[in-house]
């Protein structure tokens, strides 16, 4: 039972958003590409979490806070002995390990994923302990890629490779899952800590004037659209969106770039590009939204 589910982390919209309408550095290009890996590879790491009884408890995505320290946990599953710690990793190609630094195979030396699993369990540790909850730990890392391997790493590392995660699953659904209210009352705590907004997203400098304006294809990001009758067809992939779909996507950016932006007619315009016609645009305002003030001067809130 997933008590707490994942979404895209805002983050990574934000940085998506500014790598479609702005010009960023490489390494802000990299940092957003690795966000998207890490996402997809968490998202591939739920389907494997569907297939658990539905006795235990899931919570995806926590953002938690112990002695100032704040941490990220991909999931955390709890069963009637265990709350299982999980890192999800989306590694491809070759990597070894050599007096416990990783590298890749190529020679450069990367973060050591154990440490950063290391730290959130110390830090779990330590919250539960604040909490008065004595549980047992049991840290997992796991690679989801099958284009991922890892030379030389002793058996005993708390690691799971892909070719491992059937057994992985077939194992925890073998264990008693969580059947008292007080693993609940865990995993409800734990979530009512949850932090909103990770004041260490890492988000570059941006300006209002600065962002390219226009719409965008949903699905493959090309601004080469064009607008027929009253949808927005791609010209790279042939999708096409409902332009009031598209409307409602474009004010959702503006909010999540520029939340003290006010949504007027003129700056949904300036941003739609291609749905050029105000008309439509005040009609999908005045239908989705709530009208503040007449005139020149109104505006639309949720
Ligand atoms: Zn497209």
């Known amino acids: 039972m997933f008590l707490k589910h994942r979404s895209e982390p805002l983050e990574l919209r934000i940085m998506r958003y500014l790598y479609l309408r702005m010009r960023l550095s490489s390494k802000e290009v990299n940092r957003y590409f690795n966000l998207v890996k890490g996402y997809i590879g968490e998202q591939k790491f739920d389907v494997w979490l569907e297939s658990l009884s539905n006795g235990w408890i899931i919570l995806n995505d926590l953002l938690l806070e112990i002695n100032n320290t704040i941490f990220q946990i ?4 709890f ?3 265990s709350i299982y710690l999980i890192e999800v990793k989306n590694f491809e190609g070759d990597f070894y390990i050599e007096n416990e630094r990783w590298y890749t195979l190529a020679g450069k030396e990367i973060k050591n994923p154990l440490d950063q699993l290391d730290k959130n369990e110390s830090l779990l540790r330590q919250l539960l302990q604040e909490l008065g909850i004595s549980a047992s730990i049991k840290p997992y890392l796991i690679f989801v890629n099958p284009d991922f391997h890892l030379y030389q790493a002793s058996m005993n590392l708390p690691i799971i490779y892909p070719t491992q995660l059937n057994r992985f699953f077939k194992r925890l659904n073998e264990e008693p899952p969580f059947l008292e209210r007080e693993q609940l009352k865990i995993a409800e705590k734990l979530m009512s800590l949850h932090l909103k907004d990770n004041p260490y997203s890492r988000i570059p400098f941006y300006n209002y004037d600065q962002l390219k304006k226009g719409t965008f294809c949903y699905s493959c990001h090309s601004f080469d659209v064009e607008l027929l009758g009253n949808k927005i067809v791609c010209n790279k992939c042939y999708c096409h969106e409902d ?12 909010t999540i770039l520029f939340k003290d932006q006010k949504i007027t007619t003129n700056v949904v315009q300036e941003w739609c590009g291609v749905i050029g016609s105000k008309k439509t645009i005040r009609r999908v305002l005045m239908k989705n939204f709530r009208q ?5 001067h109104s505006y639309y809130i949720k």
């Open 243 to 254: 332009v009031e779909a598209a409307i409602l996507r474009i004010v959702e950016e503006i």
């Open 292 to 296: 503040m003030s007449h005139g020149m």
């Open 74 to 77: 991909d999931s955390l599953l």
């Open 79 to 81: 069963s009637e002995r």
